[in-house]
């Protein structure tokens, strides 16, 4: 199979200096592939550096050592060909669902007469619609995300950056929000980056699975093709397996 | 489905205190004074006047212009106008001018240090080189209290894009979005609710200057009033002057908070 390289990075460290004087190394010489229309998870334990990783890829921070590169250019800055979906939602509370995803698309100068539309397809797809005029605090946790994928979708990026996107979901809305992001991702095959600590949450989704290691600085530890058909069942023999092999080679717990 | 229309009231007790209070600050108020000619163990008429007659003089000033030169309602009229105007004066001058040195880093830098220069002057300060430039007129009162009202406009303002959330901003960049529209679509929205606290203290300020500028230059005002009170030995028209001050600036606050609570719905959840 002919693989397209989307993302790649080459030995990324970084460091972060900490109240003047503190080094503290972050990553570690993370070299790491990612495929165009490919969901890679990067999976891994809390001080990992993994969020980090995907800032540095979102061009929010430089690395200290080493490059990313998408389709070939290295990554200088943040730029609309890259989506980020945050962790926290960071939806404007004074905008209704509407006007955030609009806002978005003002922010990358999308043309003006694109926007109505724009919009309305997004949030069709994220299932929102009929929402359109509610304010954040009207929604739930699970429909806020919502909005945030549907605004980094909107700008229709090269690759979307997902940080944890449903860490601060109850159990069972986040199930239901990972089978609707592999419902979104395969409706359009957008190349995902998906960032998480959930074990079983980097098994559903993943084409792939980056493990990095705990304790900082966080280093790649090892790459785990999961080819299981979809949707995935997590009572299925090979999906268990599987997620024996994984939590047996790494300490999810701190 | 609509929901049901409850109407929320506040208990009687806490309806009713705050008239008993005042009720009981008058009440003593007008006992511990001597009557006009009376001269007794109580405050004498000279040192204070009693409520009562500073209402009956109050009545009797919404016609007559002696001995002061003008009714009660000019005076409160003239006032008004020259605090208000520089109150709009100094929301147009010190909010855009706060707003942006929170996000330029070169409006900062350029006026920063005249700002920390000026800030420790008071306003009243100003009094003798007003008088030189605009004479005695609304012109040189109205600048002066303009100073008074910058101060919290300009670092409200400042203070409220210094603390939009740094996420917010971060995520317009992954939009790719420019200086500008950070600036309009995210650091002004977030700084609208410590902007409409300066308005608040801003008006406070402004009511406050506007005596002092009255005090010492002036014809007509409630400042003006109070200074004429004084200047005749009539603790009723100085008492007068002081009651006319308060009541105006808790109807003005009022409506700023009014609007305020309207214009912010969106933003304060």
């Known amino acids: 199979m002919n693989k397209h390289v989307k993302i790649s990075a080459e030995n990324v460290s970084k460091e972060f200096i900490q109240k003047g004087t503190q080094r503290v190394p972050v990553l570690k010489d993370i ?38 590169t998408l389709d070939g250019e290295e990554i200088r800055g943040p730029g609309p060909d890259r989506g980020l979906v945050f962790q926290s939602y960071m939806l404007f509370p004074w905008k209704t669902v509407e006007a955030n995803v609009r806002l978005g698309l003002e922010m990358a100068q999308v043309p003006k007469e694109k926007h109505a539309e724009t919009v309305r397809h997004y949030l069709d797809l994220v299932g929102l619609n009929g929402f359109e005029k509610y304010y954040p605090h009207q929604l739930s946790g699970g429909m806020k995300q919502r909005v945030g994928i549907a605004r980094a979708f909107s700008t229709q990026p090269k690759v979307m950056l997902m940080d944890e996107p449903f860490g601060q979901l109850d159990a069972q809305t986040r199930l239901f929000m990972e089978r609707e992001t592999e419902r979104i991702w395969l409706s359009d095959k957008r190349t995902t980056i998906f960032i998480t600590n959930n074990i079983d949450e980097a098994l559903l989704l993943g084409d792939r699975i980056v493990t990095l290691e705990g304790k900082l600085p966080g280093r790649m530890k090892k790459s785990y093709e999961v080819n299981l058909p979809r949707p995935r069942d997590p009572m299925d023999m090979e999906f268990l397996k599987l997620r024996h092999t994984i939590t047996s080679e790494q300490e999810l717990t701190l | 489905m609509a929901y ?59 016609t007559d212009v002696n001995p002061d030169g003008a009714t009660l309602l000019v005076h409160a009229w003239v006032s008004l106008q020259e605090s ?102 995210i650091c ?7 902007v409409f606290g300066a308005l608040q203290i801003a008006l406070g300020n402004c009511w406050t200057t506007l005596v002092a500028a009255e005090l010492l230059a002036s014809d007509q005002g409630l400042g003006y009033l109070i200074t004429a009170g004084r200047s005749i030995g009539r603790t009723d028209i100085v008492v007068l002057g002081m009651i006319s001050l308060g009541i105006t600036g808790v109807i003005i606050s009022q409506i700023i908070y009014r609007i305020e609570a309207k214009l912010l719905a969106g933003i304060r959840r």
């Open chain 2, 188 to 194: 002004i929205p977030s700084a609208l609710p410590m």
């Open chain 2, 4 to 62: 049901q229309t409850v109407k929320a009231r506040k208990s009687l007790k806490l309806r009713v205190l705050p008239w008993l209070s005042l009720t009981a600050v008058i009440l003593i108020w007008q006992f511990c004074v001597s009557p006009p000619g009376v001269n007794d163990w109580r405050i004498p008429g000279v040192l204070l006047a009693r409520p009562y007659d500073v209402l009956l003089l109050g009545i009797e000033k919404l």
């Open chain 2, 84 to 185: 208000l105007s520089a109150f709009l004066l100094s929301l147009l001058v010190g909010i855009p001018l706060g707003l942006m040195m929170g996000w330029f880093g070169v409006v900062r830098g350029l006026f920063r240090p005249v700002f920390e220069m000026w800030r420790p002057i008071p306003p009243v300060a100003w009094i003798p080189l007003a008088i030189f430039w605009f004479g005695i007129g609304m012109e040189g009162k109205i600048f002066i209290i303009w100073l008074g009202g910058m101060t919290p406009c300009i670092i409200n303002a400042y203070m409220g894009v210094k603390t939009t959330n740094p996420v917010h901003i971060q995520m317009a960049r992954t939009f790719g979005a420019s200086d500008w529209k950070i600036f309009t679509s």
């Open chain 1, 31 to 68: 070299s790491l592939q990612v495929f165009d229309q490919e969901l890679l998870v990067v999976l891994g334990p809390g001080q990992s550096g993994k969020t980090t990783l995907l800032r540095i890829i979102a061009g929010l921070e430089k690395p200290t050592q080493g490059r990313i």
